[in-house]
Each structure stands twice: as structure tokens, then as C-alpha cells.
């Protein structure tokens, strides 16, 4: 292999300075370039030799250039190319002393190292200009097959400048001779993983550094400079503002060379480039070495895509101070020994060389696979500001290293924010240790949400956005973190330039592996989960638009694996179902239902525009009679933990240890253990519609049944509609829960007992009627609250609960807005009750009157209007209000704007309302103080609208 030989001997010294003959005209006519399958079928033989691809433009070849014929080369499948060539095979490489032009759509091969003019040092060389066009194909011409591929690179040289101005749907794309003759012949050649065909792009300038092979020259002056890697030349300087020119739509794919562990050819180098060069929409994919490397210089990037990187995606050294932002990376072939999201220096030695590395990065999301280390790694001595990034997949989410980097994020020198991360690892603990995040920060940790692979979720949306760069005028003002903004979808976003199915899957609309085709439902394809088994493996619901998904029978999600994930069972296997937005899931009947079970997660991942919709068969094919207080059509959802609860089914065994388990209703298995940061995974913005099934008095299912869940599942943005039995219900655990919706249950809507302790707020809910096809229990309320009718039992109930609003349907049958009972605890405060026949609230049983004497059961700041009596009388067990509770009991309603159910109250308190003092709930649980009491704060709170349905079923609007 001459590879190394080859690029050794291509110093400036020796270039061949040639001066090019434009070719003659032809009649043959290029057949143009299409995009490049990145997943092909298996390939063909190859072509014969003799079949020539003739892309010679019938204008001739441009001037610089020169026509020839690439031979075949049979070993590579190559077939002969007759094409427009750039450089030739002269000992050394070429050097192009004279401007160039490349007219659209043009395709142009590579030969052998080529240097866009000579290094003008002190105006010593030829500066020239290479302008390239939109369309235009550039290939390395691997004249010898792959054996000598990475010969063939691109060098412009300090002072020079390319201009390289692509377009969104014409993008100027530098490739493999083996990607041209699959375009052009119809071969396999390329393959997922493959790269290294060819050498790189490299661009060389002035500006600053800090690596100087003098070593008695400063950084960041004139004297300052550095070999370029490959053998390209010089960089550095003093010019700041150095201007290489322009890269805008350029695509790099299946390139780089490693000669030496410090000695690679990159996707690009940006090697002592200035700020003056403008750089956005570029992408560089399935490069051997680093997507893109900035070695010094203050060159800026915008929307930039690096995908199938072999080694680090986004690396910088040398002293490197420009920004980047909006960055997407998809690491799916790493295949360096340590392969990276970012790989962040500022000189390996000394550690505090100036100008610091400092560049700014912000909105970047960095997707990961096995194989990778760090999804972050900053370390000798880099400074800068590093926010507003995702980071998923990656063995480490972000590591600090080296006591430089530590002394610099200390100072301030170094900015981490408003980060959220999802690996195995979030936070590197080697020796070097990790980094104080204050909670100003936002370095948040969690299960992602993106959407089909990088757009952001509830989970994302819910970091709020550094503002750190807010005063540079580089940087786009944005409210989110991430590369992509929530409104951006597959099919309108800044990357729609990048090669089909590199960035973003191409996913067919073909039922997932877990399911099975059972012809349509609703015009779309029906995707069945069988029940007569258990899901086992990974199994995501996607493309809710084309497919919809059946529950068929009761669909256990993993196989449990006991309360103490230290010693799991050995039966045991952990599954995710995750669910994308806009995906509809169905159930037949009361037979169907989900079970999620100890150790397995859902993530359930709609969004305001695009909800998940649990309902039933019947009501989408239309099959089944309907009012608007239908009920009980199918299962419902169980989610089962390993957090601690008060009800063993082991008599012996003590509440919130290992030992304590209970069966759930329904069949649906054990729950419980001693984990009370156990997660389940999360439900954002889903509906659970016409559920429930009341088996016995005891036993039912419920819309959403929470059973020994742990703190770390999250749950926001969720309703319940026309449940037969309870809307939610919390049975212990340690789960909390924020925009909760429940609608026409009819049983109690908010429901907990065996000793929940987690936390509740902003909650609406509007109890249910009973109909000809619907009926409710005749003990129904808006919120029934137990711990345990065994007063000892331990963990006691005590959730946090604030600003809800619970409000009557109407029906006679209805009871008490709040009913508090059997040893109940916790926090029960900022709440507005209305319309209860019997009360608003009932304390009863004397355990949990003695609680709220003694201060152990908090009731503060209650709004009660048009209840049969505001606070339940009449009993042993009664509690009496004073001034200090903030009860009041004696105004009219005067709610307004919304209603979920016709002739209702609305959810928007008025004046009468707002006279109520709002108890601060600061440090209380997992609540947010507000200055509001009730779920709505003004008409201009519309979190309940848009991804709701109303009481006659229709989808609520937020406009």
C-alpha cells in the first residue's frame, strides 16, 4: 500500500506546479448523480470493464481540469469513468496555480493529493480560488482501487479559498469512487459501515493557534504555525479574521485516513481558520477518522451533521475559538479505539497554552451506540461554553478531565448548561471526578423523548435554555435544547440536505418486529401485540400516521424481576415499549390491557401536537353505541415498581422492604420492593380513553393503575376519559405527577391507598354521569385517599398535593370532592372544590383527624362552593377549620372560559377564588410554589388544551 508514502512525499516543496488545458468538446452527456443508498441490497456482480460511465459534459471540462478515462478495476467492482479530472497522479500532488470554476451539476474526480494554490506566506506562494457550484460530484479517482483510496484528498492552502455554495435539494457532495459507480451503474458497493475510500478535505489558514512547531514562538502570532496532518501544509498565524472562504451545503462521505495514532486525514480540518469563512449546512458521513476537526483558528459553524463517524464526530484542539451551533450527531460505526460524541482539547502539552481552546457550542444532540465512550470529553485545558445540548447512547454522557479543565470550569472559563443525559453513565467517575453542577445549571438526567431519533420530546422541552450566549449575535435566540426545534419533523427540517437515511431512519410503514399484520383499521395498517406471551425485547410503536397497534389479550411488558433489582429473578427479563408520538393503541375488551412489569419501563413519548391515544376498537371502527359517557371498553394500563408500599401479602413481612409485595388487580401481577427511586420510564402527553373493568368490588382495573412505581418514572401531561372504575390510582410508590387530566370516571378520579408518597399538582378533574352505556359506582369522589385500615401499617400515605380543581359532573350519585381517610397524611393544599352533593371535604376516621391535629396532615387554602356542605359534619371523626387553613367556604363560584363538560363550572378561577392566600409548598416534595391556587392560573394558562378531549369526546383547541 503506497497510502503512507504517497501522502509523506506531498509536502509543498515538492508539488508539482501544472498548469491545466481545458479539454475538448464532447457529445457525451453526464447522466447526473443521484443520492447514495445507505443501506443497499446485496450487491451483483461487478460490471465488466468495458462498461464505460461517461460524464464528460458536452461543454467540455472546465478550466483546470482535464478529461481522462479511469481505468476499471475489477478487484473493486470499479467500471472505466470518463470524467473531468482535478490533480493528477505527478509524484507529490498538484498544485493548482490559477482560479477555477466548477459549473453545476458537474462531476469531477480527485487525483492524488491536490493543493488549491500555494501556502502565501509573506505573499510567497499563488493564492487562487476554487469556486464550486450547486450539484456538483466530486469523487476520488482511486485510479489503483482502494489500495491507494485515500490518496486522493483536497488541501486549500493559506491564503487560498474555496467557495463551495450548494442548495438544500442540490447539495455539493464530496464521494467515493465506489458511491459514484453505484449511482451511476446500479452496484452494491457501498455498504453501511464503509469509508475510507478516499482522503478528506483539508483547508488551511491564518488565524490564530497555539501549537507552535517553533518552540520559541507565542501562540497566536505570525510566528505560530503547525504541519498539517496528511502532509498538507502549514496553518496558523495572527490574522483573526482570515477568510478561506465559503462552505455552504457540502456533503463529505466515506473518507479519512489513519496513518499514526496522531496522524489522520479527517472528514474536514479546519487547520488555523479564520472567522471571516463562512461555514453552514455541511455533513460529513462514514469518515475512517473524525467527522470534522478544528485544529486552532476562529472559524464558525452553523447546522452542521456528522453521521457514522469511525472516530470522534466533533473534535477541537490547538487553540481552536469559534462557535458552532445547531450540531447532530448519529454515531452508528464507531471504530476507533476510543471513539466520541465531542472530544474536546486545548494542547495536549502544556495543558494552559494560549489562546486557549474557548469556542461556544450550542443546541447540539449527540446519538450514540455501543462502541462509544464519551458522549463529552473535555479535557487538557479547554475552555468555552458548552449548552443547550442532548447527549443519548454514548457509554458516558460528559466527562471532565485534567486539573487545567477543572480550573477553568471552576473560574467560570468553562460554561456547562442546560444539558440533559440519557447513557450509561451520565457522569464519568474516574479519578478526575466530576464537575458540581449547581441546579442553576440545569444538568438534567433522564430517559429521552426525542422523536424519531433527535427531535426533542417532553423530556428535552422540560430543560429550560441556557441564556448564557444570549449576548452573541452568532448564536440564534432559542427556548429549547437540542439541534432541533420542537415545530422541525422529518419532513421540514434544517438537515434535509444530508444523504437519505444517514441522519435520520427511513422507516417503511411495515408493522415492527414484536407485532403481527392483521389488515386495517381506520385506513391504516393494524400492527397486533399478542398477549400469549410476554414482550421480551425492545419494541417500539412508530409511525402513528400509517400504523395503528391492538392489545390482544392482557400484554405484559418484560417478565417480572422481583422487588430487589440487587438480586433480580433469575425468570426475570427487562423490556421497553416505547411509543412514539402520534401512535394509537387499541383494545377489543375487557380482556385487553397492558402490563408493564417490575423492572421494565414504557415510555410513552407524545407531545402537545402529536398525544399517544390509548382507546377502544370498537369506538375507531365505529362498532360500538356511544354517548358521551361510554364506558369500559377495554383493560386499561398497569404499571408495576419496585418502590416501597404498606400492603404485604406476606403478613410477616415489614412495609417498604423487599419482602413487602402485593398482587395487583386485574391478574396483573406482584408490585413493590424497597427502590423508591425505581423507574418505569414515563408518560408524556397520553390519553387513556373508554378503559376500566370492575372484576369484583376489590378488584378493578383502572385507567392508569400506578403500583409500587418509583420516583424516577415521570409523568406530565396525561388524561383519563370515561374510566369504568377510578381515572388514576396510586397504590404506594413514590411517583409524582404533574398536568393530570381526569374525565368521566365513574369511580373516584384521583385514587391512592398502601402508602403512596409522591406528589401531585396541577390537576383537573370532572367526575362522571351515569348513562345507558356507562354506569358509576354510587360512592364516587373527586379525590379518595387512604393510606392502610391497619393504622401500623408503615409506609404511611402522605403525597404532596397541590393546585387542583375538582369538580362534580352533575350526577346525583356523586359524594365528597376530597375525601381523606383510613390514616391518610401528606400535604392537601391550593385546591378548588365544587358542586359534591355530599361534602367538599371529609376527614374521617379518628387516626387521620388526629393527623391533621397534629399537624402530620396539612390542609391549607381551599376554595369549597356549591358542595351539599362544605366540609362533611356530623361524624365522630369531624376537623374544624380555623383562619390559619385559609378555607374558604362561604363565596359563590365564579369560575369561568373552559369547561370539559357542558353546564359545568369552568377551570378558570375568578375574583371569589383568587381571594384565597396561596400556601407556599416551597420544599415540600417535588411541588413548585405558584401564586395561584387551583389547576389553571388565569385564561391565559392553557396547558389542559390541544392534546385533551372534551366530555363529548371531541379534541380540545388551544387556539
Not at 491564503?159 to 458511491?179: D, H, K, L, M
Not at 379518628?846 to 351539599?868: E, H, R, V, Y
Request: hydrophobic residues 35%.
Amino acid at each position: 500500500m503506497k497510502l503512507g508514502k504517497t501522502l509523506k512525499l506531498a509536502t509543498m516543496a515538492s508539488v508539482a506546479v501544472l498548469t491545466l488545458a481545458a479539454c475538448s468538446d464532447t457529445t457525451i452527456s453526464s447522466p447526473g448523480a443521484s443520492e447514495t443508498p445507505v443501506s443497499p441490497p446485496p450487491p451483483p456482480p461487478p460490471p465488466p470493464a468495458a462498461s464505460t460511465i461517461d460524464l464528460v459534459p458536452t461543454a467540455g471540462c472546465p478550466t483546470g481540469t482535464a478529461e481522462a478515462t479511469l481505468a476499471a478495476v475489477a478487484a473493486d467492482g470499479f467500471s472505466d469513468v470518463s470524467v473531468c479530472v482535478l490533480g493528477s497522479d505527478a509524484s507529490g500532488g498538484t498544485a493548482i496555480t490559477a482560479d477555477i470554476e466548477i459549473p453545476a451539476n458537474t462531476t469531477i474526480a480527485i487525483q492524488g493529493p491536490v493543493f488549491i494554490g500555494e501556502d502565501n506566506k509573506d505573499d510567497a506562494g499563488t493564492p487562487v480560488t476554487l469556486t464550486i457550484n450547486e450539484g456538483v460530484r466530486f469523487f476520488g479517482a482511486s485510479t489503483s482501487g482502494t489500495a491507494t483510496a485515500t490518496d486522493d484528498y483536497l488541501v486549500v492552502t493559506r491564503g487560498s479559498q474555496i467557495n463551495a455554495v450548494g442548495t438544500e435539494t442540490s447539495p455539493i457532495r464530496f464521494t467515493a469512487r465506489a458511491a459514484l459507480n453505484d449511482e451511476e451503474t446500479g452496484s452494491s458497493l457501498i455498504e453501511a459501515g464503509t469509508n475510507a475510500q478516499w482522503g478528506g478535505l483539508v483547508i488551511n489558514g491564518f488565524a490564530p493557534i497555539n501549537a507552535c512547531e517553533d518552540g520559541t514562538a507565542s501562540g497566536g502570532t505570525a510566528g505560530c504555525e503547525k504541519s498539517g496532518e496528511g502532509s498538507s501544509g502549514l496553518f496558523g498565524g495572527a490574522i483573526a479574521d482570515d477568510n478561506s472562504g465559503t462552505l455552504q451545503y457540502v456533503i463529505v462521505e466515506y473518507a479519512g485516513s489513519r496513518l499514526t495514532n496522531n496522524d489522520e486525514l479527517n472528514g474536514i480540518a479546519f487547520q488555523g481558520v479564520g472567522s471571516a469563512t463562512t461555514v453552514d449546512h455541511i455533513q460529513v458521513h462514514n469518515n475512517l477518522d473524525d467527522g470534522i476537526e478544528w485544529f486552532g483558528g476562529t472559524v464558525s459553524a452553523k447546522y452542521v451533521a456528522i453521521t457514522g463517524a469511525g472516530d470522534d464526530s466533533l473534535d477541537w484542539t490547538d487553540g481552536w475559538t469559534g462557535k458552532l451551533q445547531f450540531a447532530a450527531v448519529r454515531s452508528t460505526i464507531p471504530t476507533s479505539d476510543d471513539p466520541r460524541g465531542i472530544e474536546a482539547d486545548n494542547l495536549s502539552s502544556p495543558n494552559d497554552k494560549t489562546p486557549f481552546s474557548s469556542p461556544s457550542v450550542s443546541n447540539f444532540t449527540l446519538v450514540g451506540t455501543d462502541g462509544n465512550q464519551q458522549g463529552i470529553l473535555l479535557r487538557r485545558g479547554t475552555q468555552g461554553n458548552i449548552v443547550n445540548g442532548v447527549v443519548t447512547g454514548y457509554a458516558t454522557g460528559i466527562d471532565v478531565d485534567d486539573t487545567q479543565t477543572f480550573t477553568g470550569y471552576t473560574n467560570g472559563d468553562l460554561v456547562i448548561e442546560s444539558l440533559f443525559l440519557d447513557t450509561d453513565e451520565n457522569f464519568a467517575t474516574d479519578s478526575d471526578g466530576v464537575p458540581t453542577f449547581p441546579a442553576s445549571a440545569n444538568v438534567r438526567t433522564g430517559g429521552n423523548s426525542l422523536t424519531d431519533g433527535f427531535f426533542p420530546g417532553t423530556a428535552e422541552l422540560a430543560v429550560p435554555a441556557s441564556t448564557a450566549l444570549s449576548g452573541d449575535a452568532f448564536f440564534e435566540a432559542t427556548t429549547f435544547i437540542g439541534a432541533f426545534a420542537p415545530t422541525e419533523t422529518l419532513a421540514s427540517n434544517w438537515a434535509n440536505f444530508t444523504l437519505t437515511g444517514s441522519l435520520f431512519d427511513e422507516v417503511d410503514a411495515t408493522c415492527p418486529t414484536g407485532t403481527t399484520t392483521d389488515g386495517e383499521l381506520d385506513g391504516k395498517t393494524l400492527c397486533v401485540i399478542s398477549g400469549s406471551s410476554a414482550i421480551t425485547s425492545d419494541l417500539r410503536l412508530t409511525n402513528g400516521d400509517q400504523l395503528i397497534y391492538e392489545l390482544d389479550g392482557s400484554v405484559f411488558v418484560g417478565a417480572d424481576l422481583g422487588p430487589d433489582p440487587a438480586a433480580p429473578l433469575g425468570s426475570g427479563v427487562s423490556a421497553t415499549l416505547t411509543i412514539d408520538p402520534g401512535v394509537t393503541v387499541v383494545g377489543a375488551g375487557n380482556d385487553d390491557y397492558l402490563v408493564v412489569t417490575r423492572g421494565s419501563k414504557i415510555l410513552s413519548n407524545g407531545t402537545a401536537e402529536n398525544p399517544v391515544v390509548f382507546t377502544a376498537k370498537t369506538v375507531v371502527d365505529g362498532t360500538a353505541t356511544l354517548d358521551q359517557d361510554t364506558k369500559g371498553l377495554w383493560g386499561g394500563i398497569v404499571i408495576n415498581g419496585r418502590a416501597p408500599i404498606n400492603a404485604c401479602d406476606d403478613g410477616s413481612a415489614t412495609g417498604g422492604t423487599v419482602g413487602c409485595q402485593k398482587t395487583g388487580e386485574g391478574s396483573s401481577g406482584l408490585f413493590g420492593g424497597a427502590s423508591a427511586d425505581d423507574d418505569s420510564g414515563q408518560l408524556f402527553y397520553t390519553r387513556v380513553q373508554y378503559a376500566g373493568v370492575a372484576l369484583t368490588n376489590t378488584d378493578e382495573l383502572n385507567g392508569i393503575a400506578f403500583q409500587g412505581v418509583g420516583s424516577q418514572t415521570e409523568v406530565d401531561y396525561v388524561q383519563v376519559y370515561n374510566n369504568l372504575d377510578d381515572c388514576f390510582e396510586w397504590f404506594g410508590g413514590t411517583v409524582s405527577a404533574t398536568h393530570l387530566v381526569g374525565l368521566g370516571c365513574g369511580d373516584d378520579t384521583f385514587d391512592w391507598t398502601d402508602g403512596w408518597t409522591g406528589s401531585l399538582q396541577y390537576a383537573i378533574a370532572y367526575t362522571g354521569v351515569a348513562s345507558a352505556t356507562g354506569g358509576i359506582t354510587g360512592s364516587h369522589n373527586g379525590i379518595e385517599a387512604d393510606s392502610s385500615s391497619n393504622a401500623l401499617a408503615t409506609p404511611i400515605s402522605s403525597p404532596n398535593v397541590s393546585n387542583f380543581t375538582v369538580i362534580s359532573g352533575g350526577d346525583g350519585d356523586a359524594l365528597t370532592g376530597a375525601l381523606l381517610r383510613r390514616n391518610m397524611q401528606g400535604v392537601i393544599a391550593n385546591g378548588i372544590i365544587l358542586g359534591w352533593p355530599d361534602a367538599g371535604i371529609d376527614v374521617d376516621g379518628t387516626d387521620t383527624q388526629a393527623n391533621f391535629n397534629n399537624g402530620d396532615l396539612i390542609i391549607q387554602s381551599l376554595f369549597l362552593a356549591d358542595n351539599g356542605e362544605p366540609v362533611e359534619t356530623g361524624d365522630a371523626d369531624d376537623i374544624t377549620f380555623t383562619a390559619v387553613n385559609d378555607v374558604e367556604t362561604g363565596l359563590a363560584n365564579s369560575m369561568t372560559d373552559f369547561t370539559f363538560r357542558t353546564g359545568r363550572p369552568g377551570v378558570v378561577p375568578g375574583a371569589n377564588e383568587n381571594s384565597v392566600d396561596v400556601y407556599d409548598v416551597t420544599g415540600v416534595g417535588k411541588l413548585e410554589a405558584t401564586t395561584f391556587i387551583g389547576a389553571v392560573e388565569d385564561a391565559d394558562d392553557d396547558w389542559y388544551l390541544g392534546w385533551t378531549i372534551d366530555q363529548e369526546g371531541d379534541l380540545t383547541s388551544a387556539n
